[in-house]
T-cell receptor, first 114, second 111 residues
């Protein structure tokens, strides 16, 4: 099993550009989520999904869209990149959000918006 | 005040020392996670606790639900333990969808 795979690992965008961060897991996990990590702050939840076809907003959703058409994939779309979206992004998955289970994280995507 | 507070923020120790990292939280929780983030950036789950104590190799995690406090201990520390250690709680306030993270403790072990 590859676990949680995120691509790309690094990305530089110009302000106003759009892009999609990819996240895939091969563990048949129902629950997937996207976080951003900024200096001096804990990881913050952007969006999450409790299963295919179901997504919901986290605490910092503005400027991001997600979709969950399959159990395996949970892409994060930046609609019009802004310098405030410069951050490290992590995708995570776990078997179920309603039972306390271990979370598995991807390797992260370091995004710089200039 | 953050819901999850870690201390210390930074910790430097000599190889072989016993390490303690603390996590205090202010909300009701159903579980607490300890995570490790290496300089390369990836995050790995170390423990998930809802009560008592867990041990894996040289790592020990404890939790006191009444005091809303957890500790991560590393025995016989080694330079490869150098990483950021992150505490996260699954709050009962949010229907279990959300993990709230501490800001992490940066541990450096000097040979």
């Amino acid at each position: 099993n590859a676990g949680v795979t995120q691509t790309p690992k690094f990305q530089v965008l110009k302000t106003g550009q759009s892009m999609t961060l990819q996240c895939a897991q091969d563990m048949n996990h129902e629950y997937m989520s996207w976080y951003r990590q900024d200096p001096g702050m804990g990881l913050r939840l952007i969006h999450y999904s409790v299963g295919a076809g179901i997504t919901d907003q986290g605490e910092v959703p503005n400027g991001y869209n997600v979709s969950r058409s399959t159990t395996e994939d949970f892409p994060l779309r930046l609609l019009s990149a802004a310098p405030s979206q410069t951050s490290v992004y992590f995708c995570a998955s776990s078997p179920d959000s309603y039972y306390n289970t271990e979370a598995f994280f991807g390797q992260g995507t370091r995004l710089t918006v200039v | 005040k953050n819901e999850v507070e870690q201390s210390p923020q930074n910790l430097t120790a000599q190889e072989g020392e016993f390490i303690t990292i603390n996590c205090s939280y202010s909300v009701g929780i159903s579980a607490l996670h300890w995570l490790q983030q290496h300089p390369g950036g990836g995050i790995v789950s170390l423990f998930m606790l809802s009560s008592g104590k867990k041990k894996h190799g040289r790592l020990i995690a404890t939790i006191n639900i009444q005091e809303k406090h957890s500790s991560l201990h590393i025995t016989a520390s080694h330079p490869r333990d150098s990483a950021v250690y992150i505490c996260a709680v699954r709050s009962t306030n949010f229907g279990n969808e959300k993990l709230t993270f501490g800001t992490g403790t940066r541990l450096t072990i000097i040979p």
